[in-house]
């Protein structure tokens, strides 16, 4: 039987470690925005940009998204359009030739990774600042000029825009946890801004300057986190820009969501791992306590929850509080059990459920991509999750 101590001492140190991830990072990101307050120095400039949107079997989407791209209030003698297909073999690659006489390249690779399809167009880019787009994000059309007004500053090395979600039009309760979920992170990324940098970027929206860019050493990683850090790595600041903004629409059933998450975490943690150099305090100051806290302690969350409801329950035999807390832990589950059984019912709509459900799916989500990682599962090719017009 384990120690009476041993629980003690695993239950209170869940209670840090969990209370951290969330309260305690925020309010430590909060004080030091206030103190750092670092602004951007802004200028309404038009630089040479290319606009890259890689894609794999998008028939669906790349139509409106071209039109989209296209219409945007960006000079066109100052705008590129390039889309990197790595290896669609649906009616993509035919839909964007028929924009070609409209100034949209279309660059055909054979199936190989996202990694690869992006170097070989950066390659081929002509643009001072580089765009990179998912296929089926629809910019506001001010979002290029609000992104690119932030290179005025030279510190500024790479800039995140503002991903929507709009609301699904046949989703289940999974969207509104991922709707929640992201209003939280982009509350939090503006206060990283004021702090000098965010930890990464995502791949709805984000720029960065050419010279600048630095492929990926292995194709194993999440895209939009190894090239947005490597901009921090080199020294230069990456932020974010409220007025930026992307829409997409969120996936459309918890099981599409829970096999993009993890994906995308296993991707991410090896990404922290090519990137370690950025957990060194003493060269990247306050910006590796982010990266740590934000990408590696929050993937460990899930197994400081398992201590947490074990140790509890150990210690309930004889105290009271630990009977309580043991318990609530136990309706908080049984909430998101309830909440997945109800998501495609308007009941599972309501916080009451939606939240617990999308709380545990997402943890569910990094414990298995912890386990990936540890026995050195590797996810190379990407296969999008969320087609379809958002018209």
Known sequence: MPDISLAWFAFWLSVALIAYSYAGFSLLIILVARLRQRRVRQQPITPRLTLIIPVWNEEKAIAERLENALGLDYPADRREIIVASDGSDDKTEAIVNGYANQGVRLLSFPRRGKIYALKDAVA????EILVFSDANSIYKPEALRMLVRNFADPEVGGVCGNQIYLKAKRADATSAGEGMYWSFDKWLKQLESLTGSIVSAHGAIYAIRRALYQPPASAAVTDDFAISTAVI??????IFESEAIAYEEPTASASLEFGRKVRIMTRGLRGVLLRRRLLNPFRY??????????????RLVPIFLLMLFMASWFLSRNDGFYFSAAVAQTVFYILAGAGYLLRGHRLGRLKFF????????????????????????????????RHGSIA
């Open 233 to 238: 790595e080199q020294g230069y600041r990456l």
């Open 354 to 385: 939606y939240v617990p459900f999308f709380y545990c799916l997402a943890n569910a989500a990094a414990l298995i991509a912890v386990i990936r990682l540890l026995r050195g599962k590797r996810v190379e090719f990407w296969q999008p999750q």
């Open 124 to 127: 081929a880019a002509t643009g």
């Open 285 to 298: 100051g306050f910006y590796a306590l982010e990266l740590f806290s934000h990408k590696v302690l929050r």
